[in-house]
């Protein structure tokens, strides 16, 4: 179990979406900059996507739920693709034609690895988000996207799935603002879904002798990777999330997984966050700051257990974004001892924006 989840981490990174970090108001500075050139505000905008005329142009907008603009660009594919199909090739080639729309950036080095098969950046802006579109990856190397009307091809576009192309920020950049956006970051989440009224959904499960209740989650990647949590009835006949010494993988995955319950402290974390270049940033926060962190740019946790034995739990975190196309995966480790008491720190080592095309079944 322990090649299965630490061996992801060390992959070379890839691919990163362009919306991966918050510096006051904005995802990253080429958003910012589009921001400003098109006297765009968060203060007048409704939380998700909002389309508007700009300069003769319509334009989509994205604000998340901390109140940021996520993202700028002008609409090339429906909003049914982007859902049914998420794929971080959307931000960056709407993001493009407003740069060569609107001339945000100077830099046309940005744009030099696009291939155009057919057509080019004015065929693009022509065409929309009305016309037929699809999308393959070529081996895993390249995204080639290809519009249609009438059956007939009106532009086909070749652009390598790497992370200095589809970034458009480096990968440094990006590290520096999800750390400096973690630290200061307040988890607003609320516990409103913890209880379970009664056991009529949960799956009955037993663990040390006990009767134990397990919401099913979902499966990431393999099936020993999940969100699933954990409830037990306690002397007052209510059910309770798990945690206890005598469930450590249960209880640190409902640590994980569930936000705050009464009753249950936050945890402390001291992760060492191994980042570009090989640089190391050594950081203290909590379970409920960084998972709150993370779901709140859209990422949803999952865990899996390394290993349980010699009184020492190892769980593997990833903190995956399905719409952008990566994980933060943290590997981390506790003393089952110190489980449900004020001794208990989760110690370990983390990777942020490791491409999902990185995690694999082995």
Same mark, same amino acid.
């Given at each position: 179990?322990?090649?299965?989840?630490?061996?992801?981490?060390?992959?070379?990174?890839?691919?990163?979406?362009?919306?991966?970090?918050?510096?006051?108001?904005?995802?990253?500075?080429?958003?910012?900059?589009?921001?400003?050139?098109?006297?765009?505000?968060?203060?007048?905008?409704?939380?998700?996507?909002?389309?508007?005329?700009?300069?003769?142009?319509?334009?989509?907008?994205?604000?998340?739920?901390?109140?940021?603009?996520?993202?700028?660009?002008?609409?090339?594919?429906?909003?049914?693709?982007?859902?049914?199909?998420?794929?971080?090739?959307?931000?960056?080639?709407?993001?493009?034609?407003?740069?060569?729309?609107?001339?945000?950036?100077?830099?046309?080095?940005?744009?030099?690895?696009?291939?155009?098969?057919?057509?080019?950046?004015?065929?693009?802006?022509?065409?929309?988000?009305?016309?037929?579109?699809?999308?393959?990856?070529?081996?895993?190397?390249?995204?080639?996207?290809?519009?249609?009307?009438?059956?007939?091809?009106?532009?086909?576009?070749?652009?390598?799935?790497?992370?200095?192309?589809?970034?458009?920020?480096?990968?440094?950049?990006?590290?520096?603002?999800?750390?400096?956006?973690?630290?200061?970051?307040?988890?607003?989440?609320?516990?409103?879904?913890?209880?379970?009224?009664?056991?009529?959904?949960?799956?009955?499960?037993?663990?040390?002798?006990?009767?134990?209740?397990?919401?099913?989650?979902?499966?990431?990647?393999?099936?020993?990777?999940?969100?699933?949590?954990?409830?037990?009835?306690?002397?007052?006949?209510?059910?309770?999330?798990?945690?206890?010494?005598?469930?450590?993988?249960?209880?640190?995955?409902?640590?994980?997984?569930?936000?705050?319950?009464?009753?249950?402290?936050?945890?402390?974390?001291?992760?060492?966050?191994?980042?570009?270049?090989?640089?190391?940033?050594?950081?203290?926060?909590?379970?409920?700051?960084?998972?709150?962190?993370?779901?709140?740019?859209?990422?949803?946790?999952?865990?899996?257990?390394?290993?349980?034995?010699?009184?020492?739990?190892?769980?593997?975190?990833?903190?995956?974004?399905?719409?952008?196309?990566?994980?933060?995966?943290?590997?981390?480790?506790?003393? &089952?001892?110190?489980?449900?008491?004020?001794?208990?720190?989760? &110690?370990?080592?983390?990777?942020?924006?490791?491409?999902?095309?990185?995690?694999?079944?082995?």
């Amino acid at each position: 179990m322990r090649k299965l989840f630490l061996s992801l981490a060390f992959l070379a990174v890839v691919a990163v979406p362009m919306s991966a970090a918050t510096d006051g108001g904005y995802s990253s500075d080429h958003i910012r900059a589009a921001a400003q050139r098109l006297n765009v505000s968060a203060d007048s905008l409704a939380v998700g996507d909002t389309r508007m005329k700009v300069k003769g142009s319509t334009i989509l907008v994205r604000k998340i739920d901390n109140g940021d603009i996520d993202f700028i660009g002008i609409p090339l594919f429906n909003p049914a693709m982007r859902r049914d199909q998420p794929l971080p090739i959307y931000d960056f080639l709407e993001y493009a034609c407003l740069d060569r729309k609107f001339g945000i950036s100077s830099n046309r080095l940005l744009y030099k690895d696009v291939t155009f098969v057919k057509g080019d950046w004015n065929v693009l802006l022509q065409l929309g988000d009305s016309a037929d579109c699809s999308v393959r990856s070529v081996n895993d190397r390249i995204y080639e996207v290809q519009w249609s009307r009438g059956g007939k091809v009106m532009a086909d576009v070749k652009v390598p799935i790497r992370y200095d192309v589809l970034s458009l920020s480096s990968r440094g950049e990006m590290e520096r603002r999800f750390l400096s956006g973690l630290k200061s970051f307040a988890d607003k989440r609320v516990a409103a879904d913890v209880l379970p009224k009664d056991t009529a959904g949960l799956e009955e499960v037993a663990d040390n002798g006990k009767r134990l209740y397990m919401r099913k989650g979902g499966i990431y990647a393999d099936s020993r990777i999940s969100n699933s949590t954990y409830y037990i009835y306690t002397g007052s006949n209510a059910l309770q999330p798990v945690f206890s010494r005598l469930f450590p993988v249960q209880s640190i995955g409902n640590l994980i997984v569930l936000p705050a319950w009464e009753g249950v402290a936050d945890v402390p974390m001291k992760i060492r966050f191994v980042c570009a270049n090989r640089k190391v940033e050594e950081l203290t926060t909590t379970v409920r700051q960084l998972v709150g962190y993370a779901v709140s740019k859209g990422c949803k946790p999952y865990y899996g257990v390394e290993s349980n034995k010699d009184g020492r739990l190892v769980v593997s975190l990833f903190l995956y974004d399905a719409k952008s196309g990566y994980d933060h995966v943290l590997n981390v480790e506790c003393k &089952t001892a110190d489980i449900a008491t004020d001794k208990l720190v989760l &110690t370990g080592r983390g990777y942020l924006y490791s491409p999902t095309t990185n995690v694999k079944r082995r």
